[in-house]
């Protein structure tokens, strides 16, 4: 089947991108290898989301997947294996595990996934009691002792999550201070939630289940056993970028793709959009970004046909 152009990736950018893609009257396909969201179904409750004053993102999805599919076709549970280069009017095929789709241009909106500590123990409890999602595992912690691993704000955000589904939760970060909005830390402060500064998980131990970590002070050395009943974990994410390497996109050092203020990268009609890209890591401005680069597409098809 042939298209305009294809997404790959439906999170909040590549949603926005079939949007506008749709509405601009060109065929359009979003494919993505799990269900519409990605890690944006995680997100316990955002506050800073323009035209809503609390809402979650599995919420959110669900409406802004909605009005994409009235705008494009959309494939769930379709993963892309490889994207190759043609010298055809149609000049990408992409093969999925499922079928092969031709189009004239490619938004790759890959995300990210959750970076792991790489501690001892956390694969061997990965899912009896380390977790990376507090929106998937956080009512099993109700009135147990946890540790929220991080400074930024996902980690501030879902520490207040777990505190008021009933979890004892102490955050732990690596640094003296926390990177995260002035406002989600006068937050964790009004909740009463405890911090350890200057700490770094060393070990998680166990026997079926977590039963405690090792925390090492980042100043002394000195180490410490917490007992505790889970992990949660939100220390960044990895871009998703195999399928810009096959392509020839370039990255920055951090492993993020480069793009312009069109969102194109330094390969004719391929574009980025979201957290795979340089840049702030916000829905808001996937969104922002999605809308740019189906534009930035149709203008080029436009011009060049």
Same mark, same amino acid.
């Given at each position: 089947m042939e298209y305009d152009i294809i997404?790959?990736?439906?999170?909040p950018g590549g949603l926005t991108a079939g949007i506008y893609a749709g509405r601009q009257g060109t065929k359009n396909l979003i494919l993505d290898r799990d269900l519409a969201g990605g890690i944006g179904r995680e997100v316990p409750e955002m506050?800073? &989301?323009?035209? #809503?004053e609390s809402i979650s993102g599995l919420k959110l999805i669900e409406t802004m997947k909605n009005q994409a599919i009235k705008n494009c076709d959309l494939?769930?549970?379709?993963?892309?294996?490889?994207?190759? %280069?043609?010298?055809?009017? &149609?000049? #990408?095929?992409? %093969?999925?595990? %499922?079928?092969e789709y031709k189009s004239k241009t490619i938004i790759l909106a890959t995300g990210s996934s959750h970076r792991h500590l790489n501690a001892e123990g956390e694969e061997e409890f990965k899912g009896k009691g380390v977790s990376y999602c507090a929106t998937c595992d956080g009512f099993f912690f109700q009135g147990r002792d946890i540790i929220m691993v991080g400074g930024g704000n996902s980690a501030l955000q879902e520490a207040l999550y777990l505190k008021n589904l009933g979890a004892n939760v102490?955050?732990?970060?690596?640094?003296?201070?926390?990177?995260?909005? %002035?406002?989600l830390q006068n937050m964790i402060e009004k909740e009463g939630i405890g911090v350890i500064y200057n700490a770094t998980v060393e070990e998680i131990k166990g026997n079926m289940l977590v039963e405690s970590v090792v925390l090492?002070?980042?100043?002394?050395?000195?180490?410490?056993?917490?007992?505790?009943?889970?992990? #949660?974990?939100?220390?960044?994410?990895?871009?998703?970028?195999?399928l810009?390497?096959?392509?020839?996109v370039d990255l920055d050092e951090s492993g993020h793709i480069i793009i312009d203020k069109d969102q194109k990268?330094?390969?004719? &009609?391929?574009?980025?959009i979201g957290d795979v890209c340089v840049g702030l890591k916000q829905w808001v401005v996937a969104c922002g970004e999605g809308a740019v680069a189906a534009t930035t597409a149709f203008n080029e098809i436009k011009e060049n046909n």
């Open positions: 997404i790959i990736g439906a999170g506050e800073n &989301y323009p035209g #809503f494939h769930e549970n379709e993963n892309v294996t490889e994207v190759v %280069k043609t010298d055809d009017e &149609y000049r #990408f095929i992409v %093969k999925t595990d %499922k079928a102490t955050l732990v970060h690596r640094r003296d201070e926390f990177r995260a909005q %002035k406002h090492k002070d980042t100043q002394t050395g000195e180490l410490t056993e917490m007992h505790i009943n889970g992990i #949660f974990i939100s220390v960044g994410y990895i871009p998703h970028t195999e810009a390497t096959q392509l020839g990268t330094n390969v004719d &009609y391929v574009y980025a």
